[in-house]
């Protein structure tokens, strides 16, 4: 897995990048072929913006973007969200391979 983390008008300072780290590593949990996490934080007006893009094989993108006034409950809300789109997207994938072999019934030609 691929993790890219860029910020714009803003320092991030090790504690925050080493938490980021580690809740991208959560997701392989998952199982799901995670190839590449982009994390964008960017400082706006008053907020801060902060983008998960996640790739996964087979799958389209799940893009998960979040603001807050504070860096840190934007990067907390935004792993949350993401966690949660790919929880869904996991039990997506997992329900239709639900049908196997066995359960097939012949057909009468």
């Known amino acids: 897995m691929n993790v890219q983390i860029r910020t714009k008008d803003i320092t991030l300072h090790d504690q925050l990048r080493s938490h980021i780290e580690a809740a991208v590593d959560a997701f392989s949990k998952y199982g799901l ?3 590449t996490v982009n994390v964008n934080i960017e400082a706006q007006k ?7 893009d996640i790739h996964v094989a087979h799958a389209q993108p799940v893009v998960i973007n979040q603001s807050d ?41």
């Open 33 to 35: 072929d995670i190839t």
């Open 46 to 52: 008053k907020d801060v913006n902060v983008e998960f």
């Open 69 to 109: 006034a504070v860096l840190d409950a934007a990067i907390d809300l935004a792993v949350d969200r993401a966690t949660t789109a790919l929880r869904r997207l996991h039990e997506k994938m997992t329900s239709k391979q639900a049908t196997s072999v066995r359960e097939l019934e012949p057909l009468d030609v």
